[in-house]
């Protein structure tokens, strides 16, 4: 078995984001509800003991919610997994948190980093804060400033990742591919990621799937970004997953899926859920290890 991966799962389902293509909505629970769970350490050091045999080189810190709501799970995470010495160790988050409430998460991030955390990957769907706003936080007046949030977190050593939904209406072509990219590169960004909006297989039809359904790239607009990478680009290299990384301008971007199977015999990733569980698919109940 060969491993790309290990996903920790963090947190509870709970979200201060209201995302309407809320992918982890769209897949199953596997015992994460709101109540956050204490760690099994014991399984976790399973998980990662498997995929160091399996390959594996990265650690996601990821949740079915905002991972950043329980910071002290997140430092738990960090010190449990530091005697195995994985390279590279990513957090995903929205981002809200960090940006509102700075001060307060200063000593964690610090404390994170001190511990190996090396990339924080930020979730967006557009480079303009209004746009982030109508999708992250509806209810609110204002989004977060992007760029200042960006570079305190260089400040502090951090690489960063953005991950950006693409969902139509938004970031839809490749006009504004090429201005999402400029921003990118301007901010100073290592890793650009594009995912386009993703339902699953098996699911219902729920205010999020049909939300996600009627907002879906067209065909025609993801050929033309895939197309504009091509042309514009220099193809670096292709994923297992399927993912494929280009350099435009000396901006690194991947566009990828974040459902995507692998089309070898290599996991995209491990999922350690708290409770204990190891799985290896985020949409089948019945892609568990342990």
């Known amino acids: 078995m060969r491993v790309h991966a290990l996903n920790l799962v963090a947190g509870t389902s709970a979200c201060n984001a209201r995302c309407p293509f809320c992918i982890s909505k769209m897949t199953p629970k596997n015992g994460i509800c709101l109540k956050a769970r204490k760690i099994n350490l014991r399984n976790l050091k399973k998980a990662c003991t ?3 045999m399996s390959g594996a080189a990265t650690i996601k810190i990821t949740g079915k ?3 950043t709501l329980y910071p002290w799970q997140i430092t738990e995470y960090l010190k449990a997994i530091k005697e195995f010495n994985f390279p590279l160790i990513e957090l995903q988050t929205n981002g809200i948190l960090l940006a ?3 001060k307060k998460y200063l000593p964690y991030l610090n404390q994170w980093y001190n511990l190996g955390l090396n990339t924080i990957i930020i979730s967006i769907v557009h480079y303009d804060a209004e746009k982030n706003r109508q999708l992250f936080l509806p209810h609110e007046k204002q989004y977060t400033d992007l760029p200042e949030l960006i570079a305190q977190l260089h400040n ?3 690489s960063i990742r953005l991950s950006c939904i ?3 209406g938004f970031i839809c072509g490749k006009k504004e591919a090429g201005r999402l990219i400029r921003f990118a590169k301007n901010s100073n960004v290592e890793q650009l990621t594009l995912i ?3 339902v699953p297989k098996e699911t219902g039809n729920s205010p999020i799937v049909l939300w996600a359904k009627k907002h879906a790239l067209k065909t025609a607009q993801g050929k033309e970004i895939r197309n504009y990478l ?3 680009g220099h193809r670096l290299m292709e994923l ?3 993912g494929v990384i280009y350099d435009l301008n000396g901006q690194n971007i991947c566009i990828a899926d974040c459902l995507t199977t692998p089309k070898d015999m290599r996991i995209r990733h491990l999922i350690f859920f708290p409770d204990g569980h190891i799985r290896y698919d985020w949409q089948y109940k019945g892609a568990v290890i342990l």
């Open 156 to 158: 502090l050593g951090f």
């Open 65 to 67: 919610g905002e991972p």
């Open 50 to 52: 498997l995929a160091k």
């Open 100 to 102: 509102q409430q700075w």
């Open 196 to 198: 386009p909006v993703t």
């Open 166 to 168: 693409l969902v139509n």
């Open 240 to 242: 297992p997953h399927g």
């Open 230 to 232: 091509e042309k514009q």
